[in-house]
T-cell receptor
Framework: AQTVTQSQPEMSVQEAETVTLSCTYD???????LFWYKQPPSRQMILVIR??????QNATENRFSVNFQKAAKSFSLKISDSQLGDAAMYFC??????????????FGEGTQLTVNP | DADVTQTPRNRITKTGKRIMLECSQT?????MYWYRQDPGLGLRLIYY???????NKGEISDGYSVSRQAQAKFSLSLESAIPNQTALYFC??????????????FGPGTRLTVL
């Protein structure tokens, strides 16, 4: 079974600064997808960024980028120019590419990000 | 209008009561999921459904049951609620093909408190 670990329960960053959230995972599969979800106080789960394991290039979405290290099974999220609206709980998630998994997600424990003005 | 809706949004109930959480979607997706979120544990899968006739247990299905009444509706039931089922519950959908086939779409969540 796959597992996802986020070792930082809480992180804080100053507005306009850069912060990196860590995520490691364990799997025996070679083809899979990785995601970062944001959960603001509204509780809504919002997809921030995704990475396909077969792609060597790191995904980027505006101020959000990832550092995907397949051999190390590491998938960190970098938020540049942090904004007050980035304050939220962030979840790392894994999804097998195999059809038998039913596209279900395995989540990490979450990292609560605080942005200080 | 939201693509994935959940009712109720908040619910307080007592130990031993039967409760149903409902999820509806207008995305036309075949696959639907129920997760629960607990502090420090992230989200964990309770049940998932490939289609109306295909329902599967997730990692924490004990104490829960589900019903897929139609492609658009997937309900989660707690037959006899207990306090450790107090959690935030999410419904999600996905499609097995198309440009967003590797993405899940979440409802707004239901906060359930069992006293």
């Amino acid at each position: 079974a796959q597992t996802v670990t986020q070792s930082q329960p809480e992180m804080s960053v100053q507005e306009a600064e850069t912060v990196t959230l860590s995520c490691t995972y364990d799997t025996s599969e070679s083809d899979y997808y990785l995601f970062w979800y944001k959960q603001p106080p509204s509780r809504q789960m919002i997809l921030v960024i995704r990475q396909e394991a077969y792609k060597q290039q790191n995904a980027t979405e505006n101020r959000f980028s990832v550092n995907f290290q397949k051999a190390a099974k590491s998938f960190s999220l970098k938020i540049s120019d942090s904004q007050l609206g980035d304050a939220a709980m962030y979840f790392c998630a894994y999804r097998s590419a195999g059809e038998t998994s039913g596209s279900r997600l395995t989540f990490g424990e979450g990292t609560q990000l605080t942005v200080n003005p | 209008d939201a693509d994935v809706t959940q009712t109720p949004r908040n619910r307080i109930t007592k130990t031993g009561k039967r409760i149903m959480l409902e999820c509806s979607q207008t995305k036309g997706h075949d696959r639907m999921y129920w997760y629960r979120q607990d502090p420090g544990l992230g989200l964990r899968l309770i049940y998932y459904s490939f289609d109306v006739k295909d329902i599967n247990k997730g990692e924490i299905s004990d104490g829960y049951s589900v019903s897929r009444q139609a492609q658009a509706k997937f309900s989660l039931s707690l037959e006899s609620a207990i306090p450790n089922q107090t959690a935030l519950y999410f419904c999600a959908t996905s499609e097995p093909r198309g440009p967003k086939y590797n993405e899940q779409f979440f409802g707004p969540g239901t906060r359930l408190t069992v006293l």
